[in-house]
């Protein structure tokens, strides 16, 4: 369990991250998503002690996690992939973390085994491919067999089955009553690998709950209703009946139309009404990414300029903007999350208006670049 109070992170004039309070359950893979900038490697740098909170607290297993005995036996993570001595070889490299924390040298060989690298061990880590390094970097976290396992961006780098072997590591290791905390930008794995998501933004949080509980609060589920391509005035003459009964009707680029705020059965009687056949009458329920972009998209500090006159940020349609809250002055936990739908409120209710939100000012820290490594050196006996 990883438990996180009030937790602020200030550098200079840059708040990082904000009274940010959360838990994280074993038993589970929890997701941890923002955008760029939101403050997830801060927080997960703060879980290891590798940085001071300004305020607030964190703790694993009930313990900071500095005064846990024998942390990388309780709790392991990959944070910086490339942060590893490119002159040492694989094994060499695990060997010297298992060394630190006694962990017997057998476990090396076993957790190269776990990630794929045996046949690789005895090179050095600089040659290693981007997958290479995240795979080393997962064998690191896993060394101490750990019951708190963190992740940041585990599969960045990874080819397809990659990421599969990495969705399934993570549920297995959830599976084993593990607590499994990951950062990742990639929802539609996300979707697919986590159970619950905590949702940051400048800092602060905007969504903690199950991943199917964040797609059902943070969408407008429309159904999809076609009528006959070859009789066009069908089309027209049920947009007009929908729209006469209160729905909010788009049409489709495929000649379908998208319907909000009536429910399928209700859609069905007035077609029948109207007199016209419909070929296709289905629900439709927003992915993990389209939920995403809704809640976030008034936290994203950094957003092409091109992409914006392209057109490629596409204005909601109605039912998909942000919802309509505004931008608090004072810093304000959970503030332009939706409420869920209420009990009986039926689930295709197209939301209010759906103003953009502005957004905050940017402010960048460029990252460290990792010291390359001298290829013509043998390996560092280190
Ligand atoms: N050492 C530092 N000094 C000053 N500002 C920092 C420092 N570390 C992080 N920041 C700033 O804190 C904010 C949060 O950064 P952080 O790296 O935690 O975000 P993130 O959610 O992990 O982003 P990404 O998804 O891009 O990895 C950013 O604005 C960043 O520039």
Redesign the pocket.
């Known amino acids: 369990m990883i438990e996180a109070v009030g937790l602020t992170?200030r550098?200079?004039a840059?708040?990082?991250?904000y009274n940010l309070s959360f838990h994280v359950r074993p038993g589970a893979v929890t997701g941890f998503l923002?955008?760029?900038?939101?403050?997830?490697?801060?927080?997960?740098?703060m879980i290891l002690g590798l940085?001071n909170p300004t305020a607030g607290s964190v703790t694993v297993g009930g313990q900071p996690f500095r005064q846990t005995p024998n942390a990388p036996r309780q709790v392991g993570a990959l944070l910086d992939a490339k942060a590893v001595h490119g002159g040492r070889s694989a094994r060499n490299h695990l060997l010297s973390l298992a060394q630190l924390s006694g962990i017997p040298a057998r476990r090396v060989d076993e957790v190269l085994g776990v990630v794929g690298l045996q046949e690789v061990a005895k090179k050095r880590s600089k040659g290693f491919s981007l997958g290479m390094g995240q795979r080393l970097g997962i064998a690191a976290a896993l060394l101490g067999d750990p019951q708190v396992l963190l992740f940041?961006?585990p599969v960045n780098g990874l080819d397809p089955e990659g990421i599969l072997w990495v969705r399934n590591l993570m549920k297995q290791l959830a599976s084993e009553g593990r607590t499994v905390f990951v950062?990742s930008?990639l929802m539609s794995e996300m979707a697919v690998t986590a159970d619950h998501l905590i949702v940051?933004g400048r800092?602060q949080l905007l969504s903690d709950m199950s991943v199917r509980d964040f797609i059902s609060a943070n969408s407008a589920d429309f159904a999809r209703v076609r009528t006959p391509d070859t009789e066009p005035q069908l089309r027209e003459k049920l947009s007009a009946a929908l729209s006469e009964a209160g729905a909010h009707v788009v049409p489709e680029p495929d000649g379908g139309l998208r319907v909000m705020g009536l429910p399928l059965p209700r859609i069905s009687d007035l077609a029948h009404g109207a007199d016209v056949r419909l070929w296709e009458l289905s629900p439709h329920q927003a992915s993990l990414e389209e939920a995403y972009m809704r809640m976030t998209q008034g936290a994203v500090?950094y957003r092409s300029t091109t992409d914006q006159k392209a057109g490629l940020m596409q204005q909601p349609q109605p039912g998909y903007g942000p919802p309509a809250q505004q931008v608090p002055d004072v810093p304000q936990q959970g503030w332009y999350a939706p409420p869920p739908p209420q009990p009986g409120q039926h689930p295709y209710a197209a939301p209010a208006a759906d103003p953009r939100l502005p957004a905050g000012p940017?402010?960048?820290?460029p990252?460290a670049a990792p010291a390359p490594a001298d290829p013509t050196k043998p390996e560092d006996p280190r």
Do not use: Q
């Open positions: 992170k550098y200079g840059k708040t990082a991250v923002g955008p760029n900038g939101a403050g997830k490697s801060t927080t997960m740098r940085d940041d961006e950062s930008h940051i800092g500090d940017a402010a960048a820290v990252a």
